[in-house]
């Protein structure tokens, strides 16, 4: 029972920490409206989650917050890949009250890795352009044509089989290795 409970608390983890990037990007960039969706499927342990906004896109919000990475000959394409990269940020440039940054432009990325190593979904997209991946392929990119979405979608699913199988393998090597302690945690933390 107590496994159960702590493989809930893990995949509650890992759920809270993707919702938890993507609603922060929507909150720090879009200057418009976000909407969220979330389903789980028990017979096949699919969990789905989806966070759009109807604001001004991830090129925009580069070019608005004046980044050193804004570029005019620069597609929506490039701007999507520019921000899954770890530590690219439309505002990583701006500093804090103790000069940090904004934003240290790891959500997307980190997200991104969680899903691949849970062999589950990825898709991204802004003005007319989407990335897609499927498990641990490489990302897919294309183009709506005509078509332009102004804000951003972000969708992800995953096996929450694979979560716990991937968190246990992680906790397990980190004991082997001497990286945590083997002292149990009352609330294990999955970013440790």
Known sequence: ????????LELFQILEYALGEIINNCCQHSYGSGFV???????????????????????????????????????????????????I???NHIR??????????VGLSIVEYLIANTYGYFFLSSGHSWVFRDGEKDREYGNFGDLSFPGVTCSLAFRRGEAYAKYCLIQEARKELGLISQKPNKQPNIFQ
Do not use: T, W
């Open 1 to 8: 029972m107590v496994g159960d409970q702590n493989r809930e």
């Open 37 to 87: 969706s979330a389903q789980y499927y028990p017979r096949d342990g699919f969990v789905r989650l989806a966070i759009a906004d109807n604001g001004i896109g991830i090129r925009e919000s580069f070019r608005q917050s004046g980044s050193p990475h804004f570029h005019d000959k620069l597609s929506d394409r490039d701007f999507l890949e520019i921000a899954i990269e770890p530590e």
């Open 89 to 91: 940020s439309s505002k």
């Open 96 to 105: 804090g009250p103790y000069g940090d940054p904004v934003n240290a432009g």
